[in-house]
C-alpha cells in the first residue's frame, strides 16, 4: 500500500521561508517525483519535480530561484526548499510520483495522495 505524508507547512510572512518534506511508505521514489499545489477554488498545479537517478529537475516558472526539490534515497523523502514566499504561494501541498518528468515539464501524477501540508503566507 502506497502512503505520502507531506510535513513541513505552515503560517509566514511574505519573504520567509519553509521547508516540506514528502516521505513516502509501500512506494520507493525511484524515478520522477512531483510537488503539487492546491489553493481554494483552484486546479492542482505541478510546481517542481526531480528525477530522482539523475537529479534533473522541473520548476514552474512561478517558483523557478525561490524553491529548491531535492531527496534523500536513503530516507526515501522528497523535499521542497520554499524562500522568498509570497501570499500567492498559499494552497495545500502534495508530493506524488510520476509517470514522467523533464527539464521543461511536468509529468501527470499517479492516483497516489497523501493528505497535504498547507502553507500560508501572509502579506
Known amino acids: 500500500q502506497v502512503q505520502l505524508v507531506e510535513t513541513g507547512g505552515g503560517s509566514v510572512q511574505a519573504g520567509g521561508s519553509l521547508r516540506l518534506s514528502c516521505a513516502g511508505s509501500?512506494?520507493?521514489?525511484?524515478?520522477?517525483i512531483g510537488w503539487l499545489r492546491q489553493a481554494p477554488g483552484k486546479e492542482r498545479e505541478g510546481v517542481a519535480a526531480?528525477?530522482?537517478?539523475?537529479?534533473?529537475?522541473y520548476y514552474d516558472d512561478s517558483v523557478k530561484g525561490r524553491f529548491t526539490i531535492s531527496h534523500d534515497n536513503r530516507k526515501n523523502t522528497v523535499y521542497l526548499q520554499m524562500n522568498s514566499l509570497k501570499p500567492e504561494d498559499t494552497a495545500t501541498y502534495y508530493c506524488?510520483?510520476?509517470?514522467?518528468?523533464?527539464?521543461?515539464?511536468?509529468?501527470?501524477?499517479?492516483?497516489?495522495w497523501g493528505q497535504g501540508t498547507q502553507v500560508t503566507v501572509s502579506s
Open positions: 506524488a510520483p510520476l509517470h514522467s518528468c523533464g527539464s521543461n515539464y511536468f509529468g501527470i501524477p499517479y492516483n497516489y
Open positions: 509501500g512506494y520507493t521514489f525511484s524515478s520522477c
Open positions: 526531480i528525477y530522482t537517478r539523475t537529479d534533473r529537475t
